[in-house]
């Protein structure tokens, strides 16, 4: 049950995108507070599992005392012990080691110094030596009331671990969306640069002619006009990119924003042309991969124990006790062998008991309880397949749309460049206004905006239903433990 690699699996195994956004989800492993805490919650749950094996710690006891008169005590504290003659001084040890297969075996010894043994005046010494074993035939015969617990601890673990990979799904899904903004707001930073760029030679070009009386000077204050408009569009994409460039750093969980991008808008606009057929979508493939929706069914794995625990508790007590003991007596010294009292030094003993609770309201009830939370998260895990299927389906409709849209606008953008072109040279020539070129050139600025939101579009749709189907670039992971009893 060890967690220390299954992040870098969950991340870095799943990549199959550009470098940078690569490099981006590599650091988002180490970096980004989600992760970091869930995968304390996963250690956490692993230490849970681990921590009941120490019902099967052994126990030592010792203790060394004397009493005279003794008598019972109205009231002790818990832990209390008297000693088990009167009128001794004694000294006790033993160990309790529980068994893993379902028994507690017990040995100890006991040496008494008895003084005035029934009226006597000399001292009595007495040695006392045994094993036992205990073995429960019916409740928790082999230990199953910790194996019920074993086995919620362990199906708790295994869901915090589906629940480390659903983090990381939905980093991985958040970092790609921030990238795709950041490269799409660059993009339009780009293009409303290159727009400014066109205003800026218009200009110019107005500016030449009304001083040579070939367009009259009007039409040199209406290019001036949109270029000052054009330089606002131009601060106000370039503050967009900065903008999406410090959301992209908080996602991978970094405090100080990112000062660039890599990705040109070129490679940007290739990466969206790269995308061609539709994946393939399976609802049981995607259900499967999902850590958020696994996470639930580990959840029921959990419940289901605890109610097994609960109906176990219910039985009845019914123990088998075995013992054989050695005992030996003497006047003559603490070591020696006498018999003064004691006749054999052998002895045993074998007790069948039986114990049966008049009344189990406390034990039902939480029986039915956890039975109360397994249909809860059958439920819940039912509604979790149905959202799956939704988003599976919102994202394959985007996808499809998107892909489309793209293609629609690609054939767009030659046509509108010509155009611009053609009503410069006619402007040149003076056949015609600056006004029909600026119309142009912001069609062109419109078309290539629209581009480059059906890219981001196309992009986002394709990132979407790779969440959706838990990332089919990734090998599928199994479970780390397997569940059971």
């Known amino acids: 049950m060890r967690t220390g690699g299954i992040i870098v699996f969950v991340l870095s195994a799943l990549l199959g995108c550009a470098n940078e956004l690569g490099t981006l989800l590599r650091c988002a492993v180490n970096q980004n507070p989600d992760l970091a805490a869930q995968r304390e919650v996963v250690e956490q749950s692993r230490l849970q599992h681990r921590e009941l094996l120490e019902a099967l710690d052994p126990t030592l006891y010792a203790s060394a005392g004397g009493g005279t008169r003794l008598r019972s005590l109205p009231a002790t504290a818990a832990g209390y012990q008297q000693p088990g003659r009167a009128n001794a001084l004694e000294g006790e040890a033993g160990i309790v080691l529980p068994v893993a297969a379902g028994a507690y075996l017990s040995a100890g010894a006991v040496t008494r110094r008895v003084f005035e043994p029934e009226g006597a005046y000399d001292p009595f010494y007495q040695n006392l030596a045994g094993v036992s074993l205990l073995v429960p035939l019916w409740r928790d015969r082999g230990f199953a009331m910790l194996g019920y617990r074993r086995a919620s601890a362990l199906a708790t673990y295994n869901g915090e671990v589906w629940r480390l990979r659903g983090v990381a799904q939905s980093v991985r899904h958040q970092v790609e969306l921030a990238y795709i903004n950041a490269c799409e707001a660059l993009a339009a930073y780009e293009v409303t640069r290159g727009a400014t760029a066109r205003f800026e030679r218009l200009a110019q070009e107005a500016r030449d002619l009304a001083g040579l009386e070939t367009i009259p000077k009007y039409q040199v204050q209406e290019t001036e006009r949109d270029l000052q408009v054009g330089r606002e569009d131009e601060e106000v994409a370039r503050s967009a990119h900065l903008v999406k460039l410090a959301q992209l750093a908080a996602v991978v969980g970094l405090e100080k924003p990112l000062e660039r991008l890599s990705c040109t808008p070129q490679e940007f606009l290739a990466a969206a042309a790269e995308i061609q057929a539709m994946p393939n979508v399976s609802l049981d493939v995607a259900f499967a991969r999902r850590g958020d929706v696994q996470a639930v069914a580990s959840d029921i794995e959990a419940a289901e124990a605890q109610r097994g625990l609960y109906e176990e508790e219910q039985r009845d007590e019914v123990n088998l006790g075995m013992g054989v003991n050695w005992e030996d007596d003497s006047r003559r010294g603490p070591y020696s062998s006498y018999r003064g009292e004691t006749r054999h030094h052998w002895g045993g003993e074998v007790v069948l008991s039986w114990t049966r609770p008049l009344g189990r309201t406390g034990s039902e009830a939480r029986a039915a309880r956890w039975e109360a939370r397994v249909r809860e998260l059958t439920a819940r895990l039912r509604a979790a397949r149905v959202s799956l299927a939704s988003e599976l389906s919102v994202a394959e409709r985007n996808y499809k ?40 050139q912001k069609n062109l600025t419109t078309v290539l905006q629209r581009q480059t939101a059906a890219a981001a579009a196309l992009l986002r749709a394709r990132a979407d239903l790779n969440y959706a189907m838990g990332y089919p670039d990734a090998v599928p992971a199994a479970r780390p433990v397997n569940g059971g009893k």
């Open 401 to 440: 749309s998107a892909l489309e849209r793209l293609k629609i606008i690609n054939a767009g953008v030659e046509a509108a460049r010509q155009t611009v072109a053609a009503n410069q040279e006619r402007f040149r020539l003076g056949e015609g206004s600056s006004k029909d070129v600026l119309d142009a």
